[in-house]
């Protein structure tokens, strides 16, 4: 399956069936659902699609341009009660050149070890299903230290001390992000200067599948996503990019280090349906992550100074 292949509007489109819509897709919490929703009050909607990969743009289709007009005339940049007040960007589309694509999907490894990617791991079941559900946050706790809930995964860690990781001792941030289904994560690299080498992420409650990229350059130059599908194994093979990706079972714990945190940009796709080898799975359930880290004091010192913020 294909998205259908969107322009972003020039300005000279006077009408179109299509309505490009920004501030609005599953990363600010619109579900596919109910902005098909709003927009069917103004006629029967053919589809709803990501506009790009960032989640907050999506194209709206319509069957008839007269839909697509009075959408526009009622919604554009208006407070929308329906979508909890938010005020919708909305400019007519055309049905032309692409944007992204969610079958661009490649092999995804259960195992680290088949991504090739220096400095990576994954580790199943890292806790129980019983650890996975007892541990709760208790808002209260006082920061500075890591909340005691952590302290049972803290001491797991030691299985990486045994694989020469002795720093996890000393990881003294988390991060906690929810994903609701469709929701994914923009490409990135943490921040060398703000953080150690060892950056964690234990999966809870939902699946995802995570995805790597390596660029030469260092930086993100064209987003392969405006690539269609034989460009982009073009580029893969003129090694603009390297792409790999895994699937995270809830419980597992990847760890990013060396290569794999320094140079690949690492991200979860905006999709609903995941394409797991040949299989179509739809995302049901969210996905909780902690991501554990250390806070970087001094300048980051690493192997690869082209992609790092502290040696530019
Ligand atoms: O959710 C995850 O597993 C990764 C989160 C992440 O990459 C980040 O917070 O920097
Ligand atoms: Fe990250």
């Excluded at 999506?58 to 839909?67: A, F, M, P, T």
């Excluded at 990135?188 to 390596?214: N, Q, V, W, Y």
Aim: hydrophobic share 35%.
């Amino acid at each position: 399956m294909g998205l259908p292949r969107f322009k972003r509007p020039g300005g000279t489109i006077e009408s179109s069936s299509n309505l490009y819509v920004a501030n609005c897709g599953p990363a600010v919490g619109l579900t596919f659902d109910t902005i098909e929703a709003v927009f069917g009050a103004y006629g029967p909607v053919k589809g709803v699609y990501l506009a790009d990969e960032s989640g907050t743009r999506v194209i709206v289709s319509y069957h008839e341009e007269r839909s697509a007009e009075s959408a526009l005339k009622a919604l554009s940049r208006r407070a929308c009660p329906e979508l909890g007040g938010r005020s919708l960007h909305i400019q007519y589309s055309v049905h032309s050149v692409c944007q992204v694509a969610v079958d661009d999907s490649i092999p995804v490894s259960m195992a680290a070890s088949e991504l090739d990617i220096p400095g990576l791991y994954l580790i199943h079941d890292f806790i129980s299903a019983e650890e996975e559900k007892t541990r709760n946050v208790n808002a209260n706790q006082y920061l500075g230290e890591l909340p005691s809930f952590l302290s049972p995964i803290l001491e797991k860690m030691s299985l990486f001390q045994k694989l020469g990781y002795a720093e996890t001792v000393l990881l003294d941030q988390l991060t906690v992000n929810e994903y609701p289904p469709g929701v994914g994560l923009s490409p990135h690299i943490d921040t060398h200067s703000a953080f150690e080498d060892l950056i964690f992420s234990l999966s809870l409650a939902g699946p995802c599948i995570m995805e790597f990229r390596k660029y030469s350059t260092g930086v993100w130059l064209t987003s392969p996503d405006t690539l269609n599908d034989e460009e982009a194994q073009n580029s893969e093979k003129s090694s603009k990019f390297l792409r790999r990706a895994i699937y995270l079972p809830p419980r597992s714990i990847l760890l990013l280090s060396g290569e794999a945190r320094y140079v690949w940009h690492h991200y979860i796709p905006h999709h609903k349906v995941d394409v797991v080898n040949d299989t179509r799975i739809r995302r049901a359930s969210r996905r909780v992550s902690f991501t554990l880290r250390k806070v970087r004091k001094g300048p980051c010192e690493c192997e690869f100074p082209e992609y790092c913020d502290s040696q530019k």
